[in-house]
């Protein structure tokens, strides 16, 4: 490496002098090229010396014995992987961590500044026979013998030499890293790096598998940030990562790299790094600043762009989109591709999305954002072109994770509350529901909706009727339903529970409200099926009555039920 190195400044000197030797030729690139031949993976490697502290054998099965019965040959054990560590800033100190297809595995070696020769991506082979493989606080690696801890053996720093004499790179760097889920392919011919969603994901992998890997956990957040230093200086310091499910990880930092005074950054975003071990717990091994992006975008003074959301690296990211509303997909569409699946403009086909892009003349499907409508949502209901093809080329604000929809980037997880979006010239009504429009023509293969008993000005007799059973009346007024009780609550409590009505709803029970409900007066015959004293599994539950619609508690209301029909 010095030699070509060298040569390069001889020659940069010489033209810098002259200018005019164009016809001198460049030395050619030495390209490094292993004489070794890997045999076997590091995943069978670790898994073979499992729980031990002790120098790598031959090859299983593969012994030269001599005339005294003595090994006095054999084929030697090598593995091969790819470098994903990084000493450059300081935060990693004297490791070198490879990964192939099947694991990783980390090199305890006594020398700095490993990055100069060994680069991020470069592919090296190394022989293990005769190193040793061990622990150091349980993460699994190669080293030396060191002092014990607790009376367990420990590895500590292997010689650079020795290291040498057992190791040869393979080729150039190739830095190009494939971003891939757990369960997705492993390339076996590049760098990769596992994404997770949240820190539970990774305890559902083995343990072998995911040590010293290359990981990126998304949606996350420092505690402390904004205040706390990376850590202090020339001591090092633990600072905790939260994911989106309140979820913890430990990020080991040192006072020794070159970033140690930054402060933690606010906001939301993307970590990643070395998965390490520490006694019995992961913690995360930062390379440099460059793998902490975390940014206040994705709040609602700052949304994310349409152009973000679409860059695969944001997918598992929460927060606002900012964008305009172009169309929808058609119906029987689960698996968008094209443009002839989805509709551009207002006359939509289904009720259950909306497409968003940057431009509202956006007519490219592949710049589009599809976004879920949740079901029996106040979203839905506002947000739909179907039922308000006006929205076309509206300008809107959501609240989601940004992650696949019909089979193409999009917006999920969506509370559906008039508080999760905001669309331009739209103001939702109060409550948690607002009062749905009436539907339906109040036969049984056509029942009315909630929205036609609530919007009823007379009465009506022997009509069918569906909805969500929600609640109960507790007393004469219905203003005082409790609709937002759960279904533990309801099969557990006596008080004031009863069976001599229930509340139906538009939508399920945690979103409904007296706005989106109407009150049902139950007789005896239907008490034991509808009442929740009596039958506390019909929580929740859709049904269809045949019914009566009239006042009831001071509202319009359903009475007179002779038919139950359960959804």
Same mark, same amino acid.
């Given at each position: 490496?010095?030699?070509?190195?060298?040569?390069?400044?001889?020659?940069?000197?010489?033209?810098?002098?002259?200018?005019?030797?164009?016809?001198?030729?460049?030395?050619?690139?030495?390209?490094?090229?292993?004489?070794?031949?890997?045999?076997?993976?590091?995943?069978?490697?670790?898994?073979?010396?499992?729980?031990?502290?002790?120098?790598?054998?031959?090859?299983?099965?593969?012994?030269?014995?001599?005339?005294?019965?003595?090994?006095?040959?054999?084929?030697?054990?090598?593995?091969?992987?790819?470098?994903?560590?990084?000493?450059?800033?300081?935060?990693?100190?004297?490791?070198?961590?490879?990964?192939?297809? &099947?694991?990783?595995? !980390?090199?305890?070696?006594?020398?700095?500044?490993?990055?100069?020769?060994?680069?991020?991506?470069?592919?090296?082979?190394?022989?293990?026979?005769?190193?040793?493989?061990? +622990?150091?606080?349980?993460?699994?690696?190669?080293?030396?013998?060191?002092?014990?801890?607790?009376?367990?053996?420990?590895?500590?720093?292997?010689? +650079?030499?020795?290291?040498?004499? %057992?190791?040869?790179?393979?080729?150039?760097?190739?830095?190009?890293?494939?971003?891939?889920?757990?369960?997705?392919?492993?390339?076996?011919?590049?760098?990769?790096?596992?994404?997770?969603?949240?820190?539970?994901?990774?305890?559902?992998?083995?343990?072998?598998?995911?040590?010293?890997?290359?990981?990126?956990?998304?949606?996350? %957040?420092? *505690?402390?940030?904004?205040?706390?230093?990376?850590?202090?200086?020339?001591?090092? !310091?633990?600072? @905790?990562?939260?994911?989106?499910?309140?979820? $913890?990880?430990?990020?080991?930092?040192?006072?020794?790299?070159?970033?140690?005074?930054?402060?933690?950054?606010?906001? &939301?975003?993307?970590?990643?790094?070395?998965?390490?071990?520490?006694?019995?717990?992961?913690?995360?091994?930062?390379?440099?600043?460059?793998?902490?992006?975390?940014?206040?975008?994705?709040?609602?003074?700052? /949304?994310? $762009?349409?152009?973000?959301?679409? *860059?695969?690296?944001?997918?598992?990211?929460?927060?606002?989109? &900012?964008?305009? #509303?172009?169309?929808?997909?058609?119906?029987?569409?689960?698996?968008? @591709?094209?443009?002839?699946?989805?509709?551009?403009?207002?006359?939509?086909?289904?009720?259950?999305?909306?497409? #968003?892009?940057?431009?509202?003349?956006?007519?490219?499907?592949?710049?589009?954002?599809?976004?879920?409508? /949740?079901?029996?949502?106040?979203?839905?209901?506002?947000?739909?072109?179907?039922?308000?093809?006006?929205?076309?080329?509206?300008?809107?604000?959501?609240?989601? @994770?940004?992650?696949?929809?019909?089979?193409?980037?999009?917006?999920?997880?969506?509370?559906?509350?008039?508080?999760?979006?905001?669309?331009?010239?739209? &103001?939702?009504?109060?409550?948690?529901?607002?009062?749905?429009?009436?539907?339906?023509?109040?036969?049984?293969?056509?029942?009315?909706?909630?929205?036609?008993? #609530?919007?009823? $000005?007379?009465?009506?007799?022997?009509?069918?009727?569906?909805?969500?059973?929600?609640?109960?009346?507790?007393?004469?007024?219905?203003?005082?339903?409790?609709?937002?009780?759960? !279904?533990?609550?309801?099969?557990?409590?006596?008080?004031?529970?009863?069976?001599?009505?229930?509340?139906?709803?538009?939508?399920?029970?945690?979103?409904?409200?007296?706005?989106?409900?109407?009150?049902?007066?139950?007789?005896?015959?239907?008490?034991?099926?509808?009442?929740?004293?009596?039958?506390?599994?019909?929580?929740?539950?859709?049904?269809?009555?045949?019914?009566?619609?009239?006042?009831?508690?001071? @509202?319009?209301?359903?009475?007179?039920? $002779?038919?139950?029909?359960?959804?």
């Amino acid at each position: 490496m010095r030699k070509s190195i060298y040569a390069g400044m001889l020659l940069l000197g010489a033209g810098l002098m002259t200018g005019c030797q164009a016809d001198m030729d460049a030395p050619e690139l030495e390209i490094p090229v292993s004489t070794l031949q890997s045999n076997m993976s590091i995943l069978d490697l670790k898994t073979a010396y499992e729980g031990m502290s002790t120098p790598v054998g031959y090859l299983p099965g593969t012994e030269v014995l001599d005339a005294a019965g003595n090994a006095v040959s054999g084929e030697h054990i090598v593995i091969k992987g790819r470098v994903v560590s990084s000493d450059a800033t300081g935060n990693i100190y004297k490791s070198l961590v490879i990964q192939d297809e &099947t694991a990783a595995l !980390a090199f305890s070696l006594n020398q700095s500044s490993m990055y100069v020769d060994y680069r991020l991506g470069q592919e090296v082979l190394v022989d293990m026979t005769g190193l040793n493989i061990g +622990y150091y606080r349980g993460l699994q690696q190669v080293g030396y013998p060191g002092e014990p801890y607790n009376g367990e053996p420990q590895l500590g720093f292997m010689s +650079y030499d020795y290291w040498l004499e %057992h190791s040869q790179k393979n080729g150039m760097p190739d830095a190009d890293c494939a971003y891939i889920r757990p369960d997705d392919p492993v390339p076996a011919d590049k760098m990769h790096c596992f994404v997770f969603n949240s820190f539970d994901e990774v305890n559902g992998q083995l343990l072998m598998q995911m040590q010293s890997q290359l990981v990126e956990f998304r949606n996350v %957040h420092f *505690d402390g940030a904004g205040e706390l230093n990376y850590s202090d200086y020339q001591e090092s !310091a633990n600072r @905790t990562l939260i994911d989106a499910n309140g979820q $913890t990880m430990t990020v080991r930092n040192s006072g020794y790299s070159n970033f140690y005074n930054e402060i933690l950054p606010k906001g &939301t975003g993307r970590v990643r790094g070395i998965l390490s071990y520490y006694g019995d717990s992961w913690q995360l091994v930062l390379r440099g600043l460059s793998d902490v992006m975390i940014t206040e975008d994705g709040s609602k003074e700052k /949304p994310f $762009t349409v152009e973000q959301a679409l *860059d695969p690296e944001n997918e598992g990211m929460s927060g606002w989109v &900012t964008g305009y #509303i172009v169309g929808s997909v058609k119906a029987g569409e689960n698996n968008v @591709t094209s443009n002839d699946q989805v509709i551009f403009g207002g006359d939509a086909e289904m009720d259950n999305n909306i497409l #968003i892009a940057a431009s509202p003349d956006e007519t490219d499907v592949l710049n589009c954002l599809a976004v879920e409508l /949740p079901q029996n949502s106040v979203f839905r209901y506002y947000g739909n072109l179907a039922d308000n093809p006006e929205l076309y080329k509206r300008k809107i604000d959501v609240n989601g @994770t940004i992650g696949k929809y019909l089979g193409m980037a999009g917006i999920v997880d969506n509370a559906g509350t008039k508080d999760s979006f905001e669309i331009e010239g739209v &103001t939702p009504g109060s409550a948690t529901g607002d009062t749905p429009r009436p539907a339906g023509s109040g036969t049984e293969t056509d029942p009315y909706n909630v929205g036609y008993v #609530i919007a009823a $000005t007379a009465s009506e007799t022997e009509v069918w009727v569906t909805g969500y059973v929600a609640g109960y009346v507790i007393n004469g007024d219905f203003e005082d339903a409790n609709c937002e009780f759960s !279904a533990s609550e309801v099969s557990g409590s006596t008080n004031y529970l009863n069976s001599i009505n229930i509340i139906l709803s538009e939508v399920a029970p945690m979103q409904c409200s007296v706005g989106n409900s109407v009150p049902c007066q139950l007789s005896v015959a239907v008490r034991p099926i509808l009442g929740l004293r009596l039958n506390p599994s019909i929580f929740a539950k859709k049904v269809k009555l045949k019914c009566n619609i009239k006042k009831y508690l001071g @509202t319009m209301g359903i009475g007179n039920i $002779t038919e139950v029909v359960e959804l």
